[in-house]
């Protein structure tokens, strides 16, 4: 994805994570308290740790040996990659293919390894594991967004596409966003609460903003005063929201995330831009990826009972 089109985008970085959340209408649709939502998000991000630091201190030399093996592994396949970056974007991308079997676990990464003919040794070499695996998803899915959104430009500038209006073409784009994950869809859930988790939420939250300040800028949007951070967090919440009905919806070709979708997009036309919605929404869209931590084990344990 391109670089954030303002440097002002950190601002709204923070502003979506700080602040007390309040009741919104998204988190009502989503049937979400905060208060317990808050409590048990809090547990979920816990439990996962737990669950990650006991697999890493069950064999106290196990980290030792994965970074040596890595190191000779490296040695041994480097001359194949350009770079070790170009190593660990190949590897999490192999990995993918064994999502939907393994789930977002160190497992897929290791079997990611082996499909590139490496040893599983080399999955030390990512730090934050699971995390890294949904976050290099993630930009995956935001950088083909954004070639889409730049296509759709310059095949209007072309002549060979209508302009669409805005409300229309921010539907749009959140609902191509979305479609990305169907084929995840049944992990999901799991990818949310690694994203929610303390060492993975600042970049799950810039992904967020950078992904919704790319579909503002390919709608054209060229404002200057504060409703520029309205509009982005508006729709970041929206985003987050809808998110949170789609893992839940049954719906044919969930039909219900988009009618949902639909309404939300339909409320910004008519909204009034002011900074105070602006911090409103910001908190609302916090709330939202608190609410994600809610779900996600109820929703995890409907998975694994399907």
């Given at each position: 994805m391109a670089l954030c089109r303002r440097p002002s985008l950190r601002l709204l970085c923070r502003l979506l994570a700080g602040g007390r959340p309040v009741p919104v209408q998204e988190a009502r649709h989503a049937g979400l308290s905060f208060h317990k939502e808050l409590h048990r998000g809090l547990r979920s991000s816990i439990y996962l740790r737990m669950v990650h630091?006991?697999?890493?201190h069950a064999d106290p030399g196990h980290q030792?040996?994965?970074?040596?093996?890595?190191?000779?592994?490296?040695?041994?396949?480097?001359?194949?990659?350009?770079?070790?970056?170009?190593?660990r974007q190949q590897l999490l991308s192999a990995a993918l293919k064994f999502v939907p079997k393994f789930g977002w676990t160190v497992e897929a990464i290791a079997e990611g390894a082996k499909a590139l003919d490496l040893s599983p040794a080399v999955t030390g070499m990512f730090s934050h594991g699971p995390g890294d695996l949904v976050?290099?998803?993630v930009t995956q899915c935001n950088n083909q967004l954004s070639q889409m959104l730049a296509e759709h430009r310059s095949l209007v500038e072309q002549g060979q596409e209508e302009v669409k209006k805005t409300e229309v073409f921010v539907r749009d784009a959140v609902e191509a966003r979305l479609r990305m994950i169907i084929p995840y869809i049944y992990n999901w859930p799991q990818a949310?609460?690694?994203?929610l988790m303390p060492e993975n939420v600042a970049d799950s939250l810039r992904s967020l903003?950078?992904?919704?300040?790319?579909?503002?800028?390919?709608?054209?949007?060229?404002?200057t005063d504060s409703s520029w951070y309205?509009?982005?967090?508006i729709v970041s919440g929206i985003y987050s929201t809808t998110e949170l009905v789609m893992v839940q919806d049954s719906s044919p070709d969930y039909e219900n995330t988009w009618t949902f979708l639909q309404h939300r997009v339909s409320d910004v036309?008519?909204?009034?831009?002011?900074?105070?919605?602006?911090?409103?929404?910001?908190?609302?869209?916090?709330?939202?990826?608190?609410g994600a931590a809610v779900t996600v084990k109820n929703l995890a344990g409907i998975s694994m009972n399907r």
């Open positions: 630091e006991e697999h890493s030792d040996s994965y970074s040596s093996s890595y190191s000779d592994q490296s040695a041994e396949k480097g001359e194949g990659f350009e770079s070790e970056d170009q190593l976050l290099h998803f949310m609460s690694i994203l903003t950078e992904m919704v300040d790319e579909i503002w800028y390919y709608a054209g949007d060229k404002s309205t509009k982005r967090a036309v008519s909204m009034a831009h002011s900074a105070q919605q602006a911090q409103l929404t910001g908190k609302a869209v916090y709330q939202g990826l608190l």
